[in-house]
Structures are given as structure tokens and as C-alpha cells.
């Protein structure tokens, strides 16, 4: 596990978005397509808007999956993932091979349909966050570390949803859905190479207790550092906390 700190989340976006291009780069150069798994979230915006930027970045040849999803929520809500990726990533790349979860479908046969296009191929590279309360995706603590299905409908404990609250995506804590989609934990683990990007002092006690604590299931995100190639960028808010750090 590599820990990166940088100033502001601007420079932080910066220096992962061409870690993530370089590592896209490669795996097109390699095999003449790149897999890639995307994260959402406010903590993401930087990041996504100076990768959609990166030169030299063939996206025609680049297939996408994303993270979680709410169930019940439609595709044109403000805090629908989908409407999110297609603003921030499709639309501005011009990917034309991506999965998305359909909160509104059967949430297991989303799981079953999208999972299976998943594990037909390694993924290349997965970019994603850390939540306020730890999780790694939707998977909130207690997550589940064994499961091998590559999504599982979960439900939302009270922290995550106030956090979908404190970053303006709903009004109030009764209009974020208790349920949603969400890729596993194992499944999160297979991609080649992780790019974690976690910006801001909301953050701090989550990385703190995700790069120094034990790695256990009510810290669901300290699982990354079982990764053989991750690398977490961090700002000086969010690293606030830990005791030693790369910068």
C-alpha cells in the first residue's frame, strides 16, 4: 500500500488522475482494452474531472462498471449514480461500453446480469473511495469479507446515509433509500491495480482507522491494505490523522 498527501483535494485529483490514466494507458497498450471500475461521491468531482482530461487516452476502448447503486431510485434523480457517471465520465469521454446498476429492476438479477459481465475478464483498475463510516462502496460496517457474488443488495446503516445528507445528494435522512447495490468486497479486491482517492477532514477518522487500525469488518475499508497494488491519495484534512505519511 502506497499513501500519497498533497496539499488540497485539486492537487490530489491531479496526481491520481494520471496515475489512473497511466494505468488505462498500460492496459490498452497490453491487451488492447482496459476494464475499469468507477466511484461516485462528491470526494470523487476533482479526480474524475481531470482524468475525463487526460491526453492521449483512447476511451472507445475502455469498458466501465460501476460501484453501487440505490434500489428504487430512477435514473434522472440527483443522487443516482448512474445520472452521476453519465455527467462526469461517459458523456465527457465518450465511453460506449458500461454496465450500469438499475435500481429500479430486480436488485438480484441486477446483481446476477451485471455480475456476470463483470467476471468475464479481469478488471484493470478500480478507483474508489472511503466513506465516513469506513465503507468501501456500499458496504457498510459489518461488511462482508467472505461472500464471492460479485454484488449484493445491501442496506444503508445511519451514518452512511446521513453522509449522502451532509454532501447535499437528498434533504433528509428519510429520503435516502436504506437499500442499495453494491459491489462485494472480494470482488473490489480482484482488479489488477486500485486507485483509492479520499479528500477532505470528514474523512480523517475513516483513514486513520483504515490504514492503521485492524483490518476487521467494521472498518471495511482497511480490507485495501491486503491489496498487492493500491495506492491511496489522500489531502492534508483527510491525513490529518495518521501518524506517518508519504507525501
Not at 448512474?82 to 465511453?95: D, F, H, Q, S
Not at 467472505?146 to 445491501?154: K, R
Not at 445511519?158 to 437528498?170: D, L, N, Y
Not at 486500485?194 to 482507522?209: G, L, S, W
Amino acid at each position: 500500500m502506497l499513501i500519497k498527501v498533497f496539499a488540497d483535494s485539486n492537487a490530489l485529483g491531479e496526481a491520481a488522475a494520471t496515475d489512473a490514466a497511466a494505468r488505462i494507458r498500460a492496459a490498452l497498450a497490453a491487451r488492447g482494452e482496459a476494464r475499469i471500475i468507477a466511484a461516485t461521491g462528491a470526494s470523487q468531482f476533482a479526480f474524475l474531472d481531470r482524468l475525463v482530461r487526460a491526453p492521449d487516452l483512447d476511451w472507445s476502448r475502455v469498458e466501465m462498471f460501476h460501484l453501487d447503486e440505490y434500489v428504487g431510485l430512477p435514473a434522472d434523480h440527483p443522487a443516482s449514480f448512474r445520472k452521476y457517471l453519465l455527467e462526469r465520465l461517459i458523456r465527457p469521454t465518450g465511453i460506449t461500453r458500461y454496465h450500469f446498476l438499475d435500481g429500479l429492476q430486480d436488485p438480484q438479477q441486477v446483481c446476477r446480469d451485471v455480475g456476470r459481465a463483470l467476471t468475464e475478464r479481469p478488471i484493470d483498475v478500480a478507483f474508489v473511495g472511503i466513506g465516513e463510516n469506513g465503507h468501501l462502496a456500499f458496504n457498510d460496517p459489518p461488511a462482508d469479507f467472505e461472500t464471492d457474488s460479485p454484488y449484493l443488495v445491501v442496506h444503508l446503516d445511519e451514518r452512511c446515509r446521513q453522509q449522502q445528507v451532509g454532501e447535499g445528494w437528498f434533504g433528509s435522512v428519510a429520503d435516502v433509500p436504506d437499500t442499495a447495490i453494491s459491489m462485494s468486497v472480494r470482488q473490489i479486491l480482484r482488479a489488477r491495480a486500485m486507485v483509492c482517492v479520499v479528500p477532505d477532514a470528514r474523512k480523517a477518522e475513516a483513514v486513520q482507522r483504515s490504514v492503521e487500525g485492524p483490518i476487521d469488518p467494521m472498518t471495511p475499508a482497511s480490507i485495501l491494505r491486503t491489496h498487492p497494488d493500491i495506492t491511496i491519495y489522500l489531502d492534508e484534512a483527510s491525513a490529518a490523522l495518521l501518524e506517518s505519511a508519504d507525501e
